[in-house]
T-cell receptor, first 113, second 111 residues
Framework: KAGVTQTPRYLIKTRGQQVTLSCSPISGHRSVSWYQQTPGQGLQFLFEYFSETQRNKGNFPGRFSGRQFSNSRSEMNVSTLELGDSALYLC????????????FGDGTRLSIL | GQQVMQIPQYQHVQEGEDFTTYCNSSTTLSNIQWYKQRPGGHPVFLIQLVKSGEVKKQKRLTFQFGEAKKNSSLHITATQTTDVGTYFCAGEGEYGNKLVFGAGTILRVKS
């Protein structure tokens, strides 16, 4: 069974640009969560989608947005990129979210120049 | 909002020594999960604890959930070089809110 797939693996952008990251969950998983990981900050929760609806949201500015498609694939968009957005962005899926264990992808490493 | 603190931030041990990381929540948790992230890898689920005072073992790893369901610990006996990585705890609040991760404990093992 294929794991969680994130594309692209690496991205280099400049300040002010926007970026879209993609996540394909494990087959059958309907919950997709996004996290930002920076050194020393652990995993900061961005948002969770379930059945195409945003179910939970973290404390990030409105520049960070996401969506989920009917096949459970999810995208995350960051607009007007700032230097501080440089991080590893991880996607995790589970059957229904909540207390279920999260299955993580390898992440997209975003570097802002 | 719910906060999960994890200590220590970093620990460097000699191979064969024991290691413990602690996790404390500002609110009562419905359950707590532990993950391991190898260098360059992604977090991998290790275990979930649900009951007050629960203790679970996986070979050399022992996981505990506090009686008040606000703290947890992971203890590794006789560390090996394969244990290196960052260990995260993640707690879910009583009312089914999102998982909140601790900042993680980085474990380095010197052989």
């Amino acid at each position: 069974k294929a794991g969680v797939t994130q594309t692209p693996r690496y991205l280099i952008k400049t300040r002010g640009q926007q970026v879209t990251l993609s996540c394909s969950p494990i087959s059958g998983h309907r919950s997709v969560s996004w996290y930002q990981q920076t050194p020393g900050q652990g995993l900061q929760f961005l948002f969770e989608y379930f059945s195409e609806t945003q179910r939970n949201k973290g404390n990030f500015p409105g520049r960070f947005s996401g969506r989920q498609f009917s096949n459970s694939r999810s995208e995350m968009n960051v607009s007007t990129l700032e230097l501080g957005d440089s991080a590893l962005y991880l996607c995790a899926s589970s059957f229904t979210g909540g207390s279920q264990p999260q299955h993580f992808g390898d992440g997209t490493r975003l570097s802002i120049l | 909002g719910q906060q999960v603190m994890q200590i220590p931030q970093y620990q460097h041990v000699q191979e064969g020594e024991d290691f413990t990381t602690y996790c404390n929540s500002s609110t009562t948790l419905s359950n707590i999960q532990w993950y391991k992230q190898r260098p360059g890898g992604h977090p991998v689920f290790l275990i979930q604890l649900v009951k007050s005072g629960e203790v679970k073992k996986q070979k050399r790893l022992t996981f505990q959930f506090g009686e008040a369901k606000k703290n947890s610990s992971l203890h590794i006996t006789a560390t090996q070089t394969t244990d290196v990585g960052t260990y995260f705890c993640a707690g879910e609040g009583e009312y089914g809110n999102k998982l909140v991760f601790g900042a993680g404990t980085i474990l380095r093992v010197k052989s």
